[in-house]
Nanobody, 114 residues
Framework: QVQLVESGGGLVQPGGSLRLSCTAS????????MGWYRQAPGKQRELVAR???????NYADSVKGRFTISRDNAQNTVYLQMNSLKPEDTAVYYC????????WGQGTQVTVSS
């Protein structure tokens, strides 16, 4: 079992930045593929960014060039640096860990509004 705890959400103006963090409860964190997903009201949950155990990444087209995912295996933590935020980035952001099973965090709200 893996428990994931997210932090870093909040209210930010358009063009602003936020950094989300997700810390996992167990060792062998480095073998997991870690991802950030988001779900806006009335929409399906979608992949935002993912980082594999070897460090390679992929991003949704809508966030490429603005968001950066990274991981610190020594701290069992994955980050999502979000720059140039837009109102359409408003959503609940969820951390995901996947290996032989899949685990989700509780979500953190990100609201981009003036």
């Amino acid at each position: 079992q893996v428990q994931l705890v997210e932090s870093g959400g909040g209210l930010v103006q358009p063009g602003g930045s936020l950094r989300l963090s997700c810390t996992a409860s167990r060792t062998m964190f480095s073998i997991y593929t870690m991802g950030w997903y988001r779900q806006a009201p009335g929409k399906q949950r979608e992949l935002v960014a993912r980082i594999f155990s070897g460090g390679s990444t992929n991003y949704a087209d809508s966030v490429k060039g603005r968001f950066t995912i990274s991981r610190d295996n020594a701290q069992n933590t994955v980050y999502l640096q979000m720059n140039s935020l837009k109102p359409e980035d408003t959503a609940v952001y969820y951390c995901n860990a996947a290996y032989s099973s899949e685990y989700w965090g509780q979500g953190t709200q990100v609201t981009v509004s003036s």
